[in-house]
């Protein structure tokens, strides 16, 4: 708010207008922020439907008894949405811009929605199905909420060369882990998957950044991931084992594109030393 100097006429500028002036630009959230902050949202709210509908019912003796319940869906839903804002806050960050904030923010947002929400839907999973146990369960969990923290981390402080990731990407990673839950595999298989898919993310496999092509082809896959987990909410026909297929897709995925990355990678490195010996 601006006031005139009744004696000089001239203008007062109040405190809380320079206040604002003075806001450094790396404290002003651009449009890109604001979508990072919509997948920490959606992970929140992933940890408060899991707890809700899947874990509450369960205590309560009104569950329907096992991990696969149509109220486990939304959670699920969720997870996918934070996939979603996570793949637009980078585009729009390309194209426009991000506050120095920017990196920081999505890293903290990631730790939400793919560190601790699937990691907490591993635990609950261990208390509700039928042939889990809680204590290992919660053992895989945490394992999981360390690999992304460990991930997380050495991406922050570690270059890598253009176009690809180190390790699998956290929100790939934590939608296969959600996935083998859904699968409804036995109880010792499922811990193994999980846990290979948190070796996975703390490797050293090369992983493609979703650009262009690659982005749209992301994009559409978790909206038909979400419309499965819809089919099988309205309990359509084929509903169940249309989302069984989501899933098995989706971990066949996870376990196939570690293999062509490391064939490229040796394929590359054998060319270079054919190169050099030619040179020699």
């Known amino acids: 708010m601006t006031v005139i100097d009744p004696d000089t006429q001239a203008p007062w500028v109040t405190e809380l207008e320079e206040e604002v002036d003075d806001l450094p630009l790396s404290t002003r959230l651009s449009i890109a922020d604001t979508l990072t902050l919509g997948n920490a949202i959606c992970g929140f709210m992933a940890v408060y ?27 699920v839903t969720l997870m996918l949405m934070a996939s979603v804002f996570d793949l637009l806050d980078g585009l729009v960050a390309r194209k426009l811009r991000s506050s120095a904030m920017g990196a920081e923010l999505d890293n903290l947002s990631d730790l939400i929605s793919f560190g601790l929400a699937p990691a907490y839907f591993v635990v609950v999973w261990g208390l509700v199905a039928d042939d889990a146990h809680g204590r290992v369960s919660a053992v895989a969990a945490v394992v999981v909420l360390l690999a992304v923290v460990l991930r997380l981390a050495r991406f922050s402080c570690t270059t890598v060369r253009d176009g690809v990731f180190q390790g699998m990407p956290s929100p790939f990673g934590a939608m296969t882990v959600v996935s083998v839950v859904l699968l409804e595999l036995p109880f010792i298989p499922t811990l193994l998957a999980i846990v290979g898919v948190a070796w996975l993310m703390m490797s050293r496999v090369e992983y493609p950044k979703p650009r262009g092509r690659l982005a749209l082809i992301t994009l559409a896959w978790i909206f038909i991931s979400m419309g499965c987990l819809a089919a099988w909410t309205l309990d359509v026909p084929g509903g169940h084992l249309l989302l069984q297929t989501g899933a098995a897709l989706q971990i066949l995925a996870a376990a196939v594109i570690p293999c062509f990355a490391t064939t490229r990678r040796v394929n590359t490195f054998r060319n270079n030393r054919r190169e050099a010996r030619a040179e020699q």
């Open 49 to 75: 439907f899991t707890t809700t509908q899947v874990l509450v019912p369960h205590l309560m003796g009104t569950a329907d008894g096992g991990m696969a319940r149509h109220n486990a869906a939304t959670a």
